[in-house]
């Protein structure tokens, strides 16, 4: 039975009068598709691993910030993780077509919106120590992806690379619940109203500046390290660690 035929197969026992189309997306391993049903509509993505932490993670956000509702999550062959579609367009789609001004704002009160729901003893931790421990194992298996780094770091040796990393690596955390992927991609407006995170695999507990660093390479990557001061006031960010953010995006290189 080939892959398609399997997730049909899934699908079949939980719905009926169904169709499935595939829809653009899936920056890494995963596929994605649409599937409507009645007046539904739900968004199916596929990874041969991987997809129990974003399901965890909704599950667990679920009334406490918008996240897409689960269908079901479905581990076997592969995973797949049925949820809703949330209305609206990621915060990319509305690059030139909205005042840059306006979307900073949008991204930093949505940040602040999810750092301020307090963690408990059922959320997903993010250990940064693990997470350095995969960074190496990526290091040294080869399984970077150097034309997706940062221009500046695509000609330094990722071993050297590393050793910067572990330089860098600092101490104290302030736990709040992170996105892990805060990228414009990865969160969805309907207008100015936030529908949803998405693509929430890496959130957890750990330390609030996984999500400013992101948010500020998307910023300055797309608008330019001026806006950042908006984002840092519409967040309420006063003594800026630029260390750390720093230390979170080199981070990210390696993955
Ligand atoms: N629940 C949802 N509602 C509406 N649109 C969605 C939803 N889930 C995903 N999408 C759309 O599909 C795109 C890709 O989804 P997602 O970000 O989860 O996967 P991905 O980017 O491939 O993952 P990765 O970042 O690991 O490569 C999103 O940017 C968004 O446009
Ligand atoms: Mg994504």
Not at 213 to 221: E, G, H, K, V
């Amino acid at each position: 039975m080939d892959m398609n035929e399997y997730i049909k197969k899934v699908l079949d026992n939980r719905f009926s009068n169904y169709s499935i189309s595939g829809i653009q997306g899936g920056n890494t391993e995963a596929n994605l598709f649409r599937i409507s049903c009645r007046n539904e509509s739900y968004i199916l993505k596929t990874q041969n691993s991987g997809l129990k932490h974003e399901y965890l993670n909704y599950k667990w956000l679920e009334g406490k910030v918008p996240v897409p509702k689960v269908k079901f999550y479905y581990s076997g062959k592969c995973e797949m993780l049925c949820m809703s579609e949330l209305a609206g367009n990621t915060l990319e789609y509305y690059i030139n077509k909205a005042d840059p001004r306006e979307i900073v704002i949008l991204y930093a009160a949505a940040l602040k919106l999810l750092h301020s729901v307090a963690p408990d003893k059922l959320a997903l931790r993010q250990d940064l120590k693990n997470r350095i421990a995969k960074a190496k194992y990526n290091v040294e298996n080869h399984l970077i992806d150097i034309l997706s780094m940062q221009y500046e770091n695509q000609s330094v040796e990722p071993s050297k690379l590393f050793a910067k990393l572990i330089s860098l690596t600092p101490e104290m955390a302030y736990p709040v619940f992170t996105h892990g992927d805060y990228c414009f991609d990865n969160i969805i407006f309907n207008g100015k109203i936030l529908s949803g995170f998405i693509d929430m695999g890496n959130g957890g507990v750990g330390d609030k500046y996984q999500d400013i660093a992101l948010a500020s390479r998307n910023i300055t990557d797309f608008f330019g390290n001026e806006y950042l001061p908006l984002f840092y006031e519409h967040y309420g960010l006063e003594d800026i660690n630029k260390e750390k953010i720093d230390f979170y995006i080199l981070l990210d290189e390696f993955f």
